[in-house]
Structures are given as C-alpha cells and as structure tokens.
C-alpha cells in the first residue's frame, strides 16, 4: 500500500524556521518525482518545491527560491523541505505527493498519491 506522511509541522515566528519530512512507505521512494504543495484557507493548492527522480533537479515557486529547500535521502525513503526565513504568508497546510513518471510539473493534478498534510503556522 502506498503512503505518505507528513511531519514537521508546527507554530513559528516570523523569521523562523522549520524541516518538514515526506516519508514513503509500501514504495521505493526514489523512483519517483516528489513535490511539495501547500494550501492556505480559501485558497487554491499551490505548488512550492519539487525534486525529480532522475538527477534530483530541484525546482522553487518564486516566492520561496532562496528560502526554502528540498532534498531527498533515498536510504530513509523521506524527502525533506527546509523552510527558513518563514512569513506569516506562508501558513497553510503542507501536502507531499508522488509522481509516477519521474518528473515535476507545478500542477498539482500531474501528481498520483498525496500524504494528509502536515500544518505550518506562522504568526507572533
């Protein structure tokens, strides 16, 4: 069975930081393409970050290239994103999702499988 589980999540400052990890279970991780999404209330899912499967080519919404970063560590079967220099912004929940082909697009209907989705809250 294929699953993900988001952790890492929490209450921040603005200015702070916080890891989320995406572990897979039932599957082999780095075969595919994984990428993070998040959604803030009344707002439609957007994508943030994406590692493929083949050379781990990153990719960055705008808004987050320099303050955030995606890795993967293939023998934990996790992909991680460091988020540093949170905004009040950036509060909403946090999705990792697979894609089966390898590759990252910014859509999040391109993607198959999604964890639950971890909370990330910003605010003094």
């Known amino acids: 069975q294929v699953q993900l589980v988001e952790s890492g999540g929490g209450l921040v400052q603005p200015g702070g930081s916080l890891r989320l990890s995406c572990a897979a279970s039932?599957?082999?991780?780095?075969?595919?393409?994984i990428g993070w999404f998040r959604q803030a209330p009344g707002k439609e899912r957007e994508g943030v970050s994406c590692i493929s499967n083949s050379d781990g080519s990153t990719y960055y919404a705008d808004s987050m290239a320099g303050r955030f970063t995606i890795s993967r560590d293939n023998a934990k079967n996790t992909v991680y994103l460091q988020m540093n220099s949170l905004k009040p912004e950036d509060t909403a929940v946090y999705y990792c999702?697979?894609?089966?082909?390898?590759?990252?697009?910014?859509?999040?209907?391109?993607?198959?499988?999604w964890g639950q989705g971890t909370q990330v809250t910003v605010s003094s």
């Open positions: 999702a697979t894609n089966r082909g390898g590759a990252c697009y910014s859509d999040y209907f391109e993607y198959d499988s």
């Open positions: 039932g599957f082999t991780l780095d075969y595919y393409a």
